[in-house]
C-alpha cells in the first residue's frame, strides 16, 4: 500500500500539534486511506524533508509554500478565511530607539516572509534596514524576549505570536509599526503526484464547515471560519513580497 505523507508549518503544530493530528485523522477517513503525520519542530528542516519528496499534503507557510510549488511543482489549494501573515514592530515601552548608532533588529530568520514584511513596516518608519544590524534567532517569540532583554531595539514579530503572547511580556513592550497587507497566508498545497486528486481533497477542506466533526476540528484549529480556495496567482503576490528581501532575492528569482 502506497505510503502518504502530511506535513505542517512547525509554526502551528507548536501551539496545537493535538488538533493537527485530529485533521489527518479526519482526512483519512474522507479520503479512505492511510496518511501518516509527523509533526517537525525546526523550519528549515522541514522544507528540506518536503523537498527531498515523499510529502503529498503540506500545510505551509508563504515562503515554504513558495518553494514547493516552484520547485518542485506542489499546487496551492486552499487557505484559512480571513487569516493573513503579517509583521509587528516592537520595542521596549519605556525606551527611545538610539540614534547614535546603528539599529539592532531581531527577527526570527529570513527565510520566512514575516521579515519582508517587516522589512516594509520599518521603511515605512523611516528607518533604513540597509543600516540596521540584524539578528536572526530562530523563532518570532526569540525575537521579542530578545527586545525584553536588551539584546535589539526592535523585534519583527508575527501577529499571530504577538497576540498570543503573555500579558506580562507585552506590558513591557511597544509596538511602533504593523503591516495589514493581506499579501499573504498559510496555506495547503498538494504534490505533482495527487494532482488528480486536487478538487477532491478541496472540496473536503472547504467543506469543514458544513460537517459536525469538521467544525470542532476548525474550532480547536482556531480557524472558525474555515478554509477557501486558493490558486496560483494569490502565491504569486507573496512571492513579490519575499523578492524585496534582499538575502532571499536570487534564490526566489531562480524559481520563477
Given at each position: 500500500?502506497?505510503?502518504?505523507?502530511?506535513?505542517?508549518?512547525?509554526h502551528?503544530?507548536?501551539k496545537?500539534?493535538t488538533?493537527?493530528?485530529f485533521?489527518?485523522?479526519?482526512?483519512?477517513r474522507?479520503?479512505?486511506?492511510?496518511m501518516?503525520?509527523?509533526?517537525?519542530d525546526?523550519?528549515?528542516?522541514?522544507r528540506?524533508?518536503?523537498?527531498?519528496?515523499?510529502?503529498?499534503?503540506?500545510?505551509a507557510?508563504p515562503?515554504?509554500?513558495?518553494?514547493?510549488?516552484k520547485q518542485?511543482?506542489?499546487?496551492?489549494?486552499a487557505k484559512p478565511?480571513?487569516?493573513?501573515d503579517?509583521?509587528?514592530?516592537?520595542?521596549?515601552a519605556i525606551s527611545?530607539?538610539?540614534?547614535?548608532?546603528?539599529?539592532?533588529v531581531?527577527?526570527a530568520?529570513?527565510?520566512?516572509?514575516?521579515?519582508?514584511?517587516g522589512l516594509?513596516?520599518l521603511?515605512?518608519l523611516?528607518i533604513?534596514?540597509?543600516?540596521?544590524?540584524?539578528d536572526?534567532?530562530?523563532?518570532?517569540?526569540?525575537?521579542?524576549?530578545?527586545?525584553?532583554?536588551g539584546?535589539?531595539?526592535?523585534?519583527i514579530v508575527f501577529n499571530?505570536?504577538?497576540?498570543?503572547?503573555a500579558?506580562?511580556?507585552r506590558?513591557?513592550?511597544?509596538?511602533?509599526?504593523?503591516?495589514?497587507?493581506?499579501q499573504?497566508?498559510?496555506?495547503?498545497?498538494?504534490?505533482?503526484?495527487?494532482?488528480?486528486?486536487?478538487?477532491?481533497?478541496?472540496e473536503?477542506?472547504?467543506?469543514?464547515t458544513?460537517?459536525?466533526?469538521g467544525k470542532?476540528?476548525l474550532?480547536?484549529?482556531?480557524?472558525?471560519a474555515?478554509?477557501e480556495p486558493?490558486?496560483m496567482?494569490?502565491?504569486?503576490v507573496?512571492?513579490q513580497?519575499?523578492?524585496?528581501?534582499?538575502?532571499s532575492n536570487?534564490?526566489?528569482s531562480s524559481?520563477?
Amino acid at each position: 500500500m502506497a505510503k502518504f505523507q502530511f506535513s505542517v508549518c512547525p509554526h502551528d503544530t507548536a501551539k496545537n500539534s493535538t488538533a493537527w493530528f485530529f485533521l489527518n485523522t479526519y482526512l483519512q477517513r474522507k479520503l479512505d486511506f492511510g496518511m501518516h503525520f509527523d509533526p517537525k519542530d525546526n523550519f528549515i528542516k522541514e522544507r528540506e524533508d518536503v523537498i527531498a519528496g515523499g510529502y503529498h499534503l503540506v500545510y505551509a507557510n508563504p515562503f515554504s509554500a513558495i518553494v514547493f510549488c516552484k520547485q518542485v511543482g506542489f499546487q496551492p489549494i486552499a487557505k484559512p478565511v480571513g487569516i493573513s501573515d503579517e509583521a509587528v514592530l516592537i520595542k521596549l515601552a519605556i525606551s527611545d530607539l538610539p540614534n547614535d548608532r546603528k539599529i539592532r533588529v531581531a527577527s526570527a530568520t529570513d527565510k520566512l516572509i514575516i521579515h519582508g514584511l517587516g522589512l516594509s513596516a520599518l521603511t515605512e518608519l523611516g528607518i533604513d534596514y540597509n543600516n540596521c544590524e540584524f539578528d536572526f534567532v530562530g523563532t518570532h517569540v526569540k525575537a521579542a524576549h530578545a527586545v525584553i532583554q536588551g539584546k535589539a531595539d526592535i523585534g519583527i514579530v508575527f501577529n499571530e505570536t504577538w497576540n498570543g503572547m503573555a500579558a506580562s511580556s507585552r506590558s513591557s513592550l511597544e509596538v511602533i509599526g504593523e503591516t495589514n497587507s493581506k499579501q499573504a497566508c498559510h496555506c495547503f498545497c498538494i504534490s505533482p503526484e495527487w494532482s488528480d486528486k486536487k478538487n477532491q481533497i478541496q472540496e473536503i477542506l472547504c467543506g469543514m464547515t458544513t460537517d459536525e466533526k469538521g467544525k470542532r476540528i476548525l474550532e480547536d484549529l482556531q480557524f472558525n471560519a474555515g478554509f477557501e480556495p486558493m490558486d496560483m496567482d494569490e502565491l504569486d503576490v507573496a512571492l513579490q513580497v519575499m523578492q524585496k528581501i534582499p538575502s532571499s532575492n536570487g534564490f526566489l528569482s531562480s524559481l520563477v
